[in-house]
Antibody, heavy 122, light 110 residues
């Protein structure tokens, strides 16, 4: 059974960088059948896919078009985890953030982390 | 404005059958599969349907999915009070090179 444990600050100041990590157990961040994904949920925007990282002989990244200029998702093979960095945040980035596993073969999110509310406020 | 279009709300009485629609375009539902998620407040979303019509183990067979062209549907039969939740459809979008979600449908059990 895959488990995803999310960690990071719950409060970030405007213009700073939001950073979260997601520790994986029961699978490998280097798995060739999974993609490691960040999704957020807010009352105004519902569920929003942020991006993913995955390994297929080399590392690949895909990011939401609206966030491409200020997002990075990075794997850490030594700790079997992946991280989200979203810079220049505004109150619009306030949301519940989820890390998740995307099943590459069947194109769906099969495992979700517990979610954490991150508030952007001074 | 979400790439996939869902009705904002739906409702039914216990025991009824309810259907939630999800409309997309060629670059997503037209050539890629649909998945459906149930989201209860305070919990992570849970997958109900993947690959258009497949149910993960543990999901009751009251939940079923279908797709035709660029539209997908989630049907819930034998509606129960615990089905009251938000429901989201999702698909990969080839033009955007990313996952797109519907705006969500709030299901009320009357």
């Amino acid at each position: 059974q895959v488990q995803l444990q999310l960690a990071g600050p719950r409060l970030v100041k405007p213009s700073q960088t939001l950073s979260l990590t997601c520790a994986i157990s029961g699978d490998s961040v280097s798995s060739d059948r999974s993609a490691w994904t960040w999704i957020r949920q807010s009352p105004s925007r519902g569920l929003e896919w942020l991006g993913r990282t995955y390994y297929r002989s080399q590392w690949f990244h895909d990011y939401a078009v609206s966030l491409k200029s200020r997002i990075s998702i990075d794997p850490d093979t030594s700790k079997n985890q992946f991280s989200l960095h979203l810079n220049s945040v505004t109150p619009e980035d306030t949301a519940v953030y989820y890390c998740a596993r995307w099943d590459h073969d069947h194109s769906y999110v099969d495992f979700w982390g517990q979610g954490t509310l991150v508030t952007v406020s001074s | 404005q979400s790439v996939l279009t869902q009705p904002p709300s739906a409702s039914g009485t216990p025991g009824q059958r309810v259907t939630i629609s999800c409309s997309g375009s060629y670059s997503n539902l037209g050539i890629k599969t649909a998945s459906w998620y149930q989201h209860l407040p305070g919990s992570a979303p849970k997958v109900l349907i993947y690959y258009d019509d497949k149910r993960p183990s543990g999901v009751p067979d009251r939940f079923s999915g279908s797709k035709s062209g660029t539209s997908a549907s989630l049907a819930i039969s034998g509606l129960q009070s615990e089905d009251e939740a938000d429901y989201y459809c999702a698909s990969w979008d080839n033009s955007l090179s990313g996952v797109v979600f519907g705006g969500g449908t709030k299901l009320t059990v009357l």
